[in-house]
């Protein structure tokens, strides 16, 4: 069965600078998707970033970046330049194959300190 | 262009009673996913819905059932609540890939905060 792990709850990070998130998984599936969604107070899960296993190159959306280790199975986040608004829950999340059905991490905190 | 939108935003029942949550989906989205979110852990997949089939399923037992209307909408239902029940019951609508949307991001309404009493 596949997995998700994050092993940090909270991490906090102060206004303009980097943080990374970390996330490891486990699956025997070749062909698969890793996701980064965003859950703020609002409840609402946002997807920040998404990466194709079988693409070599990490993601990029703007402030947001991954680092994916396949061999490692680890699927790192970095948020570079942090703002207030991205103080909010963080959840790795995998879908293999064909279907896009998501398992969840246990999410990590993240708090921006002005 | 409306998002997923979900009713009610909060709902509190007493244990033994049963609960219908409602989900419309992204306009152009023809699937709709539900999770299950307990206070803090991530959210667990409850099921799928497209062409109003169950296509696939969570470990889940079931009370936890389902339904999805031509109009692409759907209802979660739970019977005989229990304490554990309690949780924040998201619902995600997505292309399916017949629509051209082979694995495509799901995208989230707000959720539904059922409180069990």
């Known amino acids: 069965a596949q997995t998700v792990t994050q092993s940090q709850p909270e991490m906090s990070v102060q206004e303009a600078e980097t943080v990374t998130l970390s996330c490891t998984y486990d699956t025997s599936e070749s062909d698969y998707y890793l996701f980064w969604y965003k859950q703020p107070p609002s409840r609402q899960m946002i997807l920040v970033i998404r990466q194709e296993a079988y693409k070599q190159q990490n993601a990029t959306e703007n402030r947001f970046s991954v680092n994916f280790q396949k061999a490692a199975k680890s699927f790192s986040l970095k948020i570079s330049d942090s703002q207030l608004g991205d103080a909010a829950m963080y959840f790795c999340a995998y879908s293999g194959g064909a279907t896009n059905k998501l398992i969840f991490g246990t999410g990590t905190l993240l708090a921006v300190q002005p | 262009d409306a998002g997923v939108t979900q009713s009610p935003t909060h709902l509190i029942k007493t244990r033994g009673q049963q609960v219908t949550l409602r989900c419309s989906p992204k306009s152009g989205h023809d699937t709709v996913s539900w999770y299950q979110q307990a206070l803090g852990q991530g959210p667990q997949f409850i099921f799928q819905?497209?062409?109003?089939?169950?296509?696939q399923r969570g470990n889940f037992p079931d009370r936890f059932s389902g339904h999805q209307f031509p109009n692409y909408s759907s209802e979660l239902n739970v019977n005989a609540l229990l304490l554990g029940d309690s949780a924040l019951y998201l619902c995600a609508s997505s292309l399916s890939a017949m629509l051209g949307g082979y694995n495509s991001p799901l995208h989230f309404g707000n959720g539904t905060r059922l409180t069990v009493t």
């Open positions: 819905y497209y062409e109003e089939e169950e296509r």
